[in-house]
T-cell receptor, first 114, second 113 residues
Framework: GDSVTQMEGPVTLSEEAFLTINCTYTATGYPSLFWYVQYPGEGLQLLLKATKADDKGSNKGFEATYRKETTSFHLEKGSVQVSDSAVYFCALSVTSGSARQLTFGSGTQLTVLP | DARVTQTPRDKVTEMGQEVTMRCQPILGHNTVFWYRQTMKQGLELLAYFRNRAPLDDSGMPKDRFSAEMPDATLATLKIQPSEPRDSAVYFC???????????FGQGTRLTVV
C-alpha cells in the first residue's frame, strides 16, 4: 500500500541554521505530495505541495522538490526562525476510482532555539 | 475566511459514556476525513466520506465507533462506550475531489478517565 517515511525527530536547530527534513514515499499511481505543519494546540495547515514530478513547492521560505526517480520530497529552508518550531508532516494523496487516499508520515518535531 | 469547525475543542468524560464530536466542513467541500492523533500512533485515518457517503471506514473500530454525515454541513463521530484508550485528538478535514489538499479543523481533544 501507499506509505510515507519521514526522518525521525526531534530536530533541534539554532536560529538561522539550514533545515532539511527527509521524506520518501511509496505509492501506486501518480501521487500529489504535501508538507503540512502543526503548531502547538492547532490543526494541520498546508505548507506547500507539488502535484507532478520535478515540481517545486514553496512557501514562507520553505521548499520541496518532487523527485520521482528517488521517490522523495525533502523539505528545506535556508534560515530557520524560532517561529518555525512545530511538527512537520509529509503526506501523499492518490486518487483511486472514487476514493482518495491521503496518507501521512509520522511527523518530525522541529525546535528552533534563539 | 473559510475554515473547518470542530466542536467541542476539549472533552473530558468517564469511561463508558457516549461521546459525540461534530465537524462543519468548508462550504462546497464534498470530501470529509476523520483522523485520530496520538503520540504513539501518529495520525490515523478513521473514516473518509465523499458526497456524504462513507467510502472508507476501515480504520475505525466498528464495535464502538460510528461516523455519519446527516447533511452536507455536518459530520459526526460517535464513540459508545468510550474507553481510556480512546483518549486522543480527533481531527476533521474537508476537501474537494482530486489530488488537492485537505483543510483541517483545530481538533477535539478527548480525555476518557
Amino acid at each position: 500500500g501507499d506509505s510515507v517515511t519521514q526522518m525521525e525527530g526531534p530536530v533541534t536547530l539554532s536560529e538561522e541554521a539550514f533545515l532539511t527534513i527527509n521524506c520518501t514515499y511509496t505509492a501506486t499511481g501518480y501521487p500529489s505530495l504535501f508538507w503540512y505543519v502543526q503548531y502547538p494546540g492547532e490543526g494541520l495547515q498546508l505548507l506547500l505541495k507539488a502535484t507532478k514530478a520535478d515540481d517545486k513547492g514553496s512557501n514562507k521560505g520553505f521548499e520541496a522538490t518532487y523527485r520521482k526517480e528517488t521517490t522523495s520530497f525533502h523539505l528545506e529552508k535556508g534560515s530557520v526562525q524560532v517561529s518555525d518550531s512545530a511538527v512537520y508532516f509529509c503526506a501523499l494523496s492518490v486518487t483511486s476510482g472514487s476514493a482518495r487516499q491521503l496518507t501521512f508520515g509520522s511527523g518530525t518535531q522541529l525546535t528552533v532555539l534563539p | 475566511d473559510a475554515r473547518v469547525t470542530q466542536t467541542p475543542r476539549d472533552k473530558v468524560t468517564e469511561m463508558g459514556q457516549e461521546v459525540t464530536m461534530r465537524c462543519q466542513p468548508i462550504l462546497g467541500h464534498n470530501t470529509v476525513f476523520w483522523y485520530r492523533q496520538t503520540m504513539k500512533q501518529g495520525l490515523e485515518l478513521l473514516a473518509y466520506f465523499r458526497n456524504r457517503a462513507p467510502l472508507d471506514d476501515s480504520g475505525m473500530p466498528k464495535d464502538r465507533f460510528s461516523a455519519e454525515m446527516p447533511d452536507a454541513t455536518l459530520a459526526t463521530l460517535k464513540i459508545q462506550p468510550s474507553e481510556p484508550r480512546d483518549s486522543a485528538v480527533y481531527f476533521c478535514a474537508s476537501g474537494l475531489p482530486g489530488n488537492t489538499e485537505a483543510f483541517f479543523g483545530q481538533g477535539t481533544r478527548l480525555t476518557v478517565v
